[in-house]
């Protein structure tokens, strides 16, 4: 898993604070996603979401949406099964 | 008029008229009962008892005008159905097999659906006190969207590259999926899943087939539906083949990213498990043009109010011709539904200049 991080060329430590978080514990895949693109809806330009996952396929999910959707993923962690991303909002 | 009789009324009543009792032909007692359900009358105790069935079938029209001459063609108008499409057959037998496996004590309903299958499960849940979850594919009218919510549904608009990994065209069923089976949701969901779930042929192996066969003192030779659930097109098609095999089956199927609500292209979407190819004899492709142009004869020259697949079904029925004996299409629902798509298909036109 730690391997996924790596290739994303992401930094693990200091994670961004978040200006909206969401618990997507266990959410079966494409839920956290389309919980995520809901939750987006509600932030501004430069505002952060913390999204907590538990279905592996969201290590590959978040980097797609991110792309898909023009965000910036500033980090994606795993830690006891529990990924977590943060996402900054590019544009409104 | 409600005739209520109060005490003072009834003693001052009775001291006027000591003799005759004005009253008495009004009295409670002696008033006609309720009224109770009569199918002579076609009054129903509930709206339920609405939903077609072999003893109260929905009306087969005949097509005159849109349709080659010397052809026998017929449209089955399941739009006359009480929520108002062929899906209250599907919903009701849905619910009735769930209920008899007790899958739905206590839990909450989720439904992958293009809108009918919802408006008729949100109208039967909302009778029983079910809450009801319903996930909706792209392309669908704002109309059914309303429709469910004013059912009291909750409504989960699912966009078609929802999942940006594989961007599979089938998003609202997986999504559906996802409510039923995260743990998180604790098992609270019930999904009756119709592309899936046998309770959707019966329904039209038991109704919409014999139907059909009754209605056409078992002369139909075609039988057209579209490609969707996949429900009718094998439940109907099932039943005629046993009645006669040589009954022709055709199913129609709309071009890829097209604008048929309720169609499916088997080629874009995964083709529903409930599907059996062995009773279909032939697959005609009708695009979204000759299916909205077939949909505005409809309304024009016979009037019939239908929602698009029924242009498709219908023109696939035209391009049958007249040699393949008596016709018989589904019309699987009216076209209230589709102002919104209809308006876009007109244009500028009927619009004063």
């Known amino acids: 898993m730690t391997d996924h991080v790596a290739q994303l060329n992401i930094t693990e430590d ?19 996603v389309y919980r995520t693109s809901q939750a987006l809806n ?51 | 008029m409600e005739i209520i009789e109060t005490a003072a009324g009834s003693a001052a009543m009775g001291a006027a008229t000591e003799a005759v009792d004005v009253l008495s032909p009004l009295r409670r007692q002696d008033r006609p009962a309720r009224l109770g359900a009569s199918a002579a009358r076609r009054r129903y105790a509930d709206v339920r008892e609405l939903i077609a069935s072999p003893a109260n079938p929905t009306p087969l ?48 309903l989720v439904e992958a659906t293009s809108g009918n299958t919802g408006i008729a499960l949100a109208a039967l849940a909302a009778l029983e006190g079910i809450p009801l979850t319903v996930t909706i594919p792209s392309g669908v009218p704002e109309e059914k969207l309303v429709l469910l919510r004013m059912l ?50 019966r329904a039209h192996y038991e109704t919409t087939g014999p139907e059909i066969w009754e209605q056409t003192e078992g002369r139909v030779r075609t039988f057209v539906a579209g490609y969707g659930t996949c ?37 874009e979407a995964k083709a529903p498990a409930i599907l059996d190819r062995t009773v279909i004899d032939d697959v005609v492709r009708v695009d979204d043009g000759p299916a909205y142009a077939m949909a505005k004869r409809l309304f024009r020259e016979e009037g019939l109010i239908v929602g698009p697949s029924t242009g498709a079904i219908a023109h696939a029925i035209a391009s049958l011709g007249a040699a393949g004996g008596l016709a018989v299409g589904v019309s699987p629902d009216g076209g209230h539904k589709y102002a919104s798509f209809y308006a876009d298909y007109l244009g500028e036109e009927g619009q004063p200049r």
Not at chain 2, 75 to 82: A, I, Q, V
């Open chain 2, 61 to 108: 029209v005949r097509l005159n005008r849109v349709v080659p001459p010397g052809a026998e063609a017929f449209l089955k108008l399941e739009w006359m159905n009480p929520f108002g499409s062929i899906k209250d057959r599907t919903a009701r037998y849905l619910l009735e097999g769930m209920r008899e496996r007790g899958e739905l004590d206590g839990r909450e």
């Open chain 2, 231 to 267: 429900g009718t097109i094998t439940g109907v098609g099932k039943f005629l083949k046993e009645r006669d095999p040589s009954i022709r089956v055709v199913a129609v199927e709309p071009q890829r990213n097209h604008r048929l609500p309720g169609l499916k292209n088997l080629q």
């Open chain 1, 42 to 92: 509600r932030l501004g330009a430069g505002q952060v979401l913390r999204v907590e996952c538990t279905d592996p396929g969201s290590l590959a999910d978040f980097p797609a949406l991110a792309r898909q959707r023009g965000l910036t993923l500033l980090s994606a962690t795993e830690r006891n099964g529990v990924q977590v991303f943060h996402l900054r909002k590019e544009t409104d």
């Open chain 2, 152 to 201: 009291g549904a909750t409504v989960m608009p699912t966009p078609d590259d929802l999942c940006p990994v594989d961007n599979p065209r089938d998003g609202a069923i997986a999504l559906a999926r996802a409510v039923a089976e995260s743990p998180a949701h604790g098992g609270r969901y019930a999904m009756p899943n119709q592309y899936a779930n046998p309770d959707n042929v």
């Open chain 1, 14 to 32: 200091a994670p961004p604070a978040a200006d909206l978080e969401l618990d997507c514990k266990g959410l079966l895949c494409p839920l956290p």
